[in-house]
C-alpha cells in the first residue's frame, strides 16, 4: 500500500468517524464496515473491488444492491456510493482499519493478539485480559490463536507492548543466566 492510499484512507476513516459520532453511530458503523470487509476476503469481491475494467458506474449499482439487501444503515449506503464513485472501493480494507483505530482511541481500547499451544478457557483468557489491561492501564480486547510453536505458556502482543511467559523464553533466559555465571 502507497504512503498516498494510506493517507486517503485515513482521511475517509475520520470523516466517516466524525460523521458516526455525530449521529452517535459508531459501534453500528464499524459492525456495518466488518461485515462490508468479511466479504473482501473472498477473492473474487476483492478483484471485482480493485478492478480498473470495471467502470465506477457497474460498481455503484453492485453497491447499491449489496447494502439494499443487507438492510445497511443508510451512512453506509452513502459513503460505499461515494467511494465506487470516486473510484476508492479497493481502499476499504484500510479505511475499516482506520475506523476501527479511531473507535479505539475514543473508547481508549488498545487490540491485541493471545498466542498459546491450546484453546484457552474463559477463566484463562478473562485472567489474562485483567493482567494486560492492570499493565498498560487500557481496556483490552484481545484475539486468541493457538499455534505449535509456542512451547508452553503464552505470548500476548497488545498495543506496543509483548508479554511473553512462554516456555522458550524462560528456557532461553535461564540459558543466558548460565552463560553468564559460567563466565
Not at 467511494?83 to 475514543?106: H, N, S, V, W, Y
Not at 499493565?135 to 499455534?147: G, S
Request: net charge negative; proline share 1%.
Amino acid at each position: 500500500m502507497s504512503m498516498k492510499t494510506n493517507e486517503v484512507s485515513r482521511r475517509y476513516a475520520r470523516s466517516l468517524f466524525e460523521i458516526a459520532t455525530e449521529d452517535n453511530t459508531s459501534e453500528l458503523i464499524l459492525s456495518e464496515l466488518n461485515e462490508i470487509n468479511k466479504a473482501y476476503n473472498d477473492k473474487e469481491v476483492s478483484e471485482f473491488m480493485k478492478s480498473s475494467l470495471v467502470d465506477s458506474e457497474n460498481k455503484l449499482k453492485v453497491i447499491e444492491s449489496l447494502t439494499t439487501a443487507f438492510n445497511f444503515s443508510d451512512t453506509i449506503k452513502n459513503f460505499m456510493k461515494t467511494l465506487a464513485r470516486k473510484d476508492r472501493l479497493a481502499i476499504l480494507p484500510q479505511i475499516a482499519a482506520g475506523f476501527e483505530l479511531c473507535t479505539d482511541e475514543k473508547n481508549q481500547v488498545v487490540r491485541g493478539t493471545v498466542k498459546s499451544t491450546h484453546v484457552l478457557s474463559p477463566e484463562e483468557r478473562a485472567e489474562i485480559e485483567k493482567t494486560v489491561q492492570a499493565a498498560i492501564n487500557k481496556k483490552v480486547i484481545l484475539t486468541y490463536t493457538e499455534e505449535d510453536n509456542i512451547i508452553g505458556g503464552i505470548e500476548a502482543h497488545v498495543g506496543g507492548y509483548t508479554f511473553d511467559d512462554s516456555l522458550l523464553t524462560h528456557l532461553n533466559r535461564l540459558k543466558e543466566e548460565l552463560k553468564r555465571s559460567v563466565h
